[in-house]
């Protein structure tokens, strides 16, 4: 039964830690080098694609795809591990954007204090449920 209780809160533990860092990575990124004020013009994956494809694309999308790929993992290989450390990355790059459905202009709201907060917001009600279960 101890095992098994020090089993589950160690994916918990790894889940939070990915999640986390791929929030604080994803945001520091973001805010440093794609700001619209200071590079108005950036070139990136998601604007390459956006041009391709025709239609606006977010790390959200990423997200999905991520976690998709993560359960995926889970069903198919043995490695636990990995497929939380996806979890974990699908699930920030989600959530950060999760806002994106309830605002009009996200380019600027992105990178407000707002934004900020309503990114945070998830991510601890998410990791106050998680760690409850610690």
Known sequence: MWVCIAMEGKMILIFLISLWATFLLTRLYVQTFLSPIRHPKSKILTHFLSRKLGFDIHHFHFGVLILVISLLSFLFFSSNTIALILLGIGTSLLLDQFYIFFVKDINHFYFSLEGWIL????????????????
Request: charge should be positive.
């Open 119 to 134: 990114s945070i917001i998830p991510h601890l009600i998410l990791s106050i449920i998680l760690i409850k279960f610690l």
